[in-house]
């Protein structure tokens, strides 16, 4: 009896790590896990470092960045914007100088041909008064009676012709005419030649590297973290569980904790004290300012650079083979 058959009987089930070792070990069904701690980035880290940001800033999205990091990016993401920009144009300059190149040696050719033409053509002045024109003779000779005579030797000249050696007739083949055709494809001349991708013309804006919107270092809003108290004061901040608390009602923060940013002030507090109490007066408490919807700003709380943990996105899931009933 398998251990499946005993469970059933016993009036048990499955758990959670069996069901998971007996799907891997199948290799069938639909395989979902759930992101550990290790996949998700903490609230107060930054988007690019993926460490505790020393001088914190937003946009106005609610992603967090250290703001060295986001200058070094944008910075880098200017130069190689501008690089490209370089070989477009330069790209650009060559395809006009081939049509350029290409316009000439057309003329060029239409210049010789009409020369070669031009040179061939031999000419002299004609006498009206002993030279007869081309017509004119054609019609004395019509009247003469002469156009029989050269029906019958064109004829005979023909035949004659025919009966040469080296002609095409029934029984031998003449020249081919057909145009002939290389025997190999590996002849240099036919062998294709790899030719260089294009450069596309780039985008000159700068975007943001987790929600792909245009990224402006005069919308950044400075972060101001409040501090939490800790017993032993010299550790590091970094080392801390628990780093930092809301400005306002002093609760603990953490991943598992709601955050917004006042734009005014840039001060933190939790989503609970945001609903509660700031929303009934719209009033930064710590700047007297009249704030408005766009002035509260959610942190966004999503997975390090190899897992996505936004919201519902807490669960990797991969589909597989489907074992089917006979």
């Known amino acids: 009896m398998t251990r499946h058959q005993r469970n059933c009987t016993a009036g048990t089930?499955?758990?959670?790590?069996?069901?998971?070792?007996?799907?891997?070990?199948?290799?069938?069904?639909t395989k979902a896990m759930r992101l550990s701690k290790d996949s998700v980035k903490d609230f107060d880290c930054c988007?690019?470092?993926?460490?505790?940001?020393?001088?914190?800033?937003?946009?106005?999205?609610?992603?967090?960045?250290d703001k060295e990091a986001v200058l070094e990016y944008v910075l880098r993401r200017k130069q190689e914007i501008e690089k490209q920009l370089k070989q477009y144009k330069k790209q650009l300059k060559q395809a006009e100088s081939k049509q350029n190149q290409s316009e000439k040696s057309k003329h060029q050719e239409k210049v010789e041909t009409f020369v070669a033409t031009e040179s061939s053509i031999r000419s002299k002045p004609l006498n009206p008064f002993t030279d007869v024109s081309t017509s004119?003779?054609?019609?004395?000779?019509?009247?003469?009676?002469?156009?029989?005579?050269?029906?019958?030797?064109?004829?005979?000249?023909?035949?004659?012709?025919?009966?040469q050696p080296g002609t095409s007739n029934g029984?031998?083949?003449?020249?081919?005419?057909?145009?002939?055709?290389?025997?190999?494809?590996?002849?240099?001349?036919?062998?294709?030649?790899?030719?260089?991708?294009?450069?596309?013309?780039?985008?000159?804006?700068?975007?943001?590297?987790?929600?792909?919107?245009?990224?402006?270092?005069?919308?950044?809003?400075?972060v101001n973290f409040t501090i939490a108290e800790d017993k032993d004061d010299k550790r590091p901040l970094v080392a801390r569980e628990?780093?930092?608390?809301?400005?306002?009602?002093?609760?603990?923060?953490?991943?598992?904790?709601?955050?917004?940013?006042?734009?005014?002030?840039?001060?933190?507090?939790?989503?609970e004290c945001v609903e509660k109490l700031i929303k009934k007066d719209m009033m930064d408490p710590f700047s007297d300012t009249k704030l408005e919807e766009s002035d509260i700003i959610p942190l966004q709380r999503g997975g390090t650079g190899f897992a996505s943990a936004g919201g519902d996105k807490l669960a990797a899931k991969k589909a597989r083979p489907v074992m089917m009933a006979s």
């Not at 004119?136 to 009966?163: H, I, M, P, Q, Y």
């Not at 083949?173 to 780039?202: D, R, Y």
């Open 136 to 163: 004119r003779k054609r019609k004395l000779d019509e009247t003469n009676g002469t156009s029989s005579a050269s029906v019958t030797s064109s004829s005979s000249s023909s035949s004659s012709a025919a009966n």
């Open 242 to 271: 628990v780093r930092y608390k809301c400005a306002v009602t002093g609760d603990m923060l953490s991943n598992s904790t709601p955050v917004a940013v006042l734009k005014p002030s840039g001060k933190v507090v939790t989503m």
């Open 171 to 222: 029984n031998q083949a003449g020249p081919s005419t057909s145009k002939e055709e290389l025997p190999s494809f590996w002849i240099p001349s036919l062998t294709p030649q790899a030719k260089p991708t294009l450069v596309k013309k780039p985008d000159k804006t700068v975007y943001c590297p987790m929600s792909n919107k245009p990224l402006k270092i005069k919308d950044l809003i400075q």
């Open 13 to 29: 089930v499955y758990s959670y790590h069996e069901r998971q070792r007996d799907a891997a070990a199948s290799g069938y069904g």
């Open 47 to 65: 988007c690019l470092t993926l460490q505790p940001c020393r001088n914190p800033v937003t946009t106005t999205g609610g992603y967090l960045y």
